[in-house]
């Protein structure tokens, strides 16, 4: 059993790890939060460099995982675990994982295949279901845009689920540039619209290296974003239903790509 309880919220690394709830504080750090058993655990099996855990007395597994991983882990109590949490109810498992390296030219260098691309999505929320819905689906990238979400944010990686660690994910980067880019490569550029083909009567199309640009839930693509895009494309629906949210919507596009592309390996 590890010692060394801490009963305050100022020692000096829990404060720190405090602070990262702040984008300012993430970006000068070069390190995020990641709350939670699943998302600490994916954060030690990842290979990403894992500064720091902080657990309750009742994660005893995680903390054997990250001594095998010679990752340094400090015991806290519950008064310090609310302390450190944004959520209602705190699991008791904080890990301090380095932000990667990454920029659009690595996501190119790699040859993709399937990338998403997110215009304009501020939700965490639906950021972090599609990153989630990205690394299933076996894409190569996800690139959020400049004014979008931090997805180093802890609402973001919550809703990833882990898989933040399992697609390289690339933020700040203009639409225009994302686009241009990526169709640099040879990838085609498709975009959603209601108005757009039938996603599923141009399964032919869809075995090429593909970029999907989704807008926000509120408002979708705007016109200029709309506009980059090489094809707009449509999900069909039933009834009287108008359209999906964003990530159902990428859901649905990205398997039906990785269908005729097949990037999941089963």
């Known amino acids: 059993m590890l010692r060394g309880v801490i009963t305050s919220p100022q020692n000096s690394r829990v404060a720190a790890a405090r602070k990262l709830r ?16 699943r998302g600490c ?8 460099h894992v500064r720091d855990l902080f657990l309750t007395a009742d994660h005893d597994a995680l903390a054997a995982q990250a001594r095998d991983r010679g990752v340094s882990v400090t015991r806290i109590d519950d008064r310090v675990a609310k302390a450190l949490t944004d959520t209602v109810n705190a699991q008791g498992a904080f890990a301090v994982v380095d932000m990667p390296t990454r920029d659009l030219e690595s996501v190119v260098q790699a040859d993709p295949r399937l990338v998403v691309v997110l215009a304009g999505v501020a939700d965490p929320g639906n950021a972090g279901a599609v990153i989630r819905t990205a690394a299933a689906a076996g894409a190569d990238a996800v690139v959020i845009t400049r004014g979008g979400v ?8 919550r809703a990833t689920a882990g898989a933040l660690f399992h697609v390289p994910v690339v933020a700040d980067v203009p639409v225009d540039e994302a686009v241009e880019t990526l169709r640099s490569t040879g990838m085609q550029v498709l975009a959603t619209s209601i108005d757009g083909d039938d996603l599923f009567a141009m399964e ?21 974003a709309a506009a980059t895009a090489d094809r707009h494309v ?7 239903v108008e359209s999906l949210n964003l990530a159902a919507a990428a859901a649905v596009c990205l398997y039906a790509s990785a269908r005729v592309q097949s990037t999941i390996q089963r």
């Open 41 to 48: 655990g994916e954060a030690l099996e990842s290979g990403w």
């Open 234 to 240: 449509r999900v069909p629906m039933a009834g009287a």
């Open 150 to 157: 931090d997805p180093y944010g802890g609402k973001c990686v």
């Open 204 to 224: 032919s199309n869809l075995g090429r290296p593909t970029t999907w640009l989704f807008g926000s839930e509120a408002h979708g693509l705007d016109a200029t």
């Open 22 to 37: 702040l984008r300012k504080e993430r970006v000068a750090a070069g390190a995020f939060l990641v709350e939670g058993v």
